[in-house]
């Protein structure tokens, strides 16, 4: 089955960059990476999403692996308003569970000032 | 732009009553889907719909049951509740159309608690 591996938690110094990995060996071929973060007593946010690619948006980098095993979510600077429960996701898109999404138990970053 | 929204924010049932949650999508967004989220079991992906179809559905038992109505609202059912059945229950909605790679845009969940 399907699964991604986070680290529970992380810890950061503001203003530093932070690197949150996320190990998803059974990754299919066209199954795709994604990762929202959870503030508390909030709906996860969308934070960004990739295929084979690196991809980069206004909110963070994602740097998926060759083999595409593993990815790493980079926040270039992070904020106080960082702090949060990041989630590493794959949406399925083969056979009878396509759309389907398979969440991490996701890291819970701490920021310190 | 109103976000989505989903009502109750919180109930309380007891064992073997049923419950219906409602999700109201952002306009223009014909994708709900929902989750659920425990402390033991984390986010959980329950089911999705588009068009009025469930498109595909996660690994739940036939107790859980949604529909989706043709302006895109969104029910979901439990039946016989447990009390492992007490969890955030989350729905998201997106403009994805024919692909599966859409930004989901997330309510702030109903809070179930089942005595």
């Known amino acids: 089955d399907a699964k991604t591996t986070q680290p529970n938690s992380m810890e950061s110094n503001e203003e530093e960059p932070v690197h949150l990995p996320c190990n998803h060996s059974?990754?299919?071929?066209?199954?795709?990476i994604h990762w929202y973060r959870q503030l508390p007593s909030q709906g996860p946010e969308y934070v960004i999403h990739g295929l084979t690619s690196n991809v980069n948006n206004r909110m963070a980098s994602l740097a998926i692996a060759e083999d595409r095993k593993s990815s790493t979510l980079i926040l270039h600077r992070a904020t106080l308003r960082d702090a949060a429960v990041y989630y590493c996701i794959l949406r399925l898109n083969y056979g009878g569970s396509q759309g389907n999404l398979i969440f991490g138990k996701g890291t819970k970053l701490s920021v310190k000032p | 732009k109103a976000g989505v929204t989903q009502t109750p924010r919180y109930l309380i049932k007891t064992r073997g009553q049923q419950v219906t949650l409602s999700c109201s999508p952002i306009?223009?967004?014909?994708?709900v889907s929902w989750y659920q989220q425990t402390p033991g079991q984390g986010l959980q992906f329950l089911f999705e719909y588009f068009s009025e179809t469930q498109r595909n559905k996660g690994n739940f038992p036939g107790r859980f049951s949604g529909r989706q109505f043709s302006n895109s609202r969104s029910e979901m059912n439990v039946s016989t509740l447990e009390l492992g059945d007490s969890a955030l229950y989350l729905c998201?909605?997106?403009?994805?159309?024919?692909?599966?790679?859409?930004?989901?845009?997330f309510g702030e969940g109903s809070r179930l608690t089942v005595l």
């Open positions: 998201a909605s997106s403009l994805a159309t024919g692909g599966y790679a859409g930004e989901l845009f």
């Open positions: 306009s223009g967004h014909r994708s």
């Open positions: 059974t990754i299919s071929g066209t199954d795709y």
